[in-house]
């Protein structure tokens, strides 16, 4: 089973529109999907035929859509009811020129929360992983999970940057995948060219990460591997439709590989390609996209 932890998990209200400011503008067309990063790589994993379950919280009646919203998707979840009540949140996309996005704060975790959650993950094993990403309020609260799981043999995955991201360290994460901003940003070096990238992800193994998996959307990714084996993939070729969630289905399509296969490169393959599927399409990518893509992804060995 892979789990993943969606703390702040939200609908996203996704409208195409040009905005003009002080306008009432009108949408050419509207959608609504489940948000949260967690999320997305649940949905992604469920699509590629993997067991997975969304943990984490959601609220009132927002809450209750976004249980309904993953029902409709076939998307298992177990979204604790928060202590404190109020509401999940609704974030606003403006697919137009520019795009434009309003995304809501969210209700406050408290205490009993996080130990709800931490019940959870309590039957969690060696056959399991569990995905721990984007932002969340409590700096602590991934810490802390990851410390819980320490022993259990469970594969952990992490997909956040900052702070959270070096308390985290210290708890040697099986992988951790930033994009080259996320991996510039956390060493404080900007417009990192691969070279450098490939300098930083050893920096982060010498930091604590086991795997390092550094997405550098359409140029591709490279893997540095526990072993120190360098794999490098380019990118797929379409129409790109929209980029938000292509490295949560990176990490879906890379934790399926690995399942099925053992192999880091067919690993690697199949995250791209599901990447690339999430990129071609208005939300994340079906399982059909990502087999057609497989073909495009070549795999380089390099040396480190
Ligand atoms: N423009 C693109 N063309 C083709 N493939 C893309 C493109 N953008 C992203 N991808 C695929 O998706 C993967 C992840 O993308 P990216 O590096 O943008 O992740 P990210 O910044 O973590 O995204 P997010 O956090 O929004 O999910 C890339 O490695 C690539 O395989
Ligand atoms: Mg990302």
Redesign the pocket.
Known sequence: MIYTITTNPSIDYTMEADLIPGQVNRARSEAIYPGG?GI?VSVSLQRLGEETRVLGFAAGHIGRTIRALLDDLRCPHALLELSGGGESRINVKFMGTPETAVNGIGPQLEKADLDNLMALLRDVNQEDAVVLCGWTRSVSFYVEILRQLAGTGCMTVL?CTGETLWQCLECRPFLV?P?LVELGALYGVEDLEYDEAVELAHQLQRDGARNVLV????A??FLLTEEQELYLAN????Q?RN????????IAGFLHGLKRTGDYGKALQMG?AA??A??FSDWLGSKEQTMELLGQVQIEKASV
């Not at 980029?243 to 990176?250: K, Q, R």
């Open positions: 990063k997305n997909d995948k994009n997405s550098m959307g359409g591709g990714a990118a797929c070729i379409g790109v980029t938000v969630g292509a490295g949560d289905s990176l791209i990447g690339g999430t990129a």
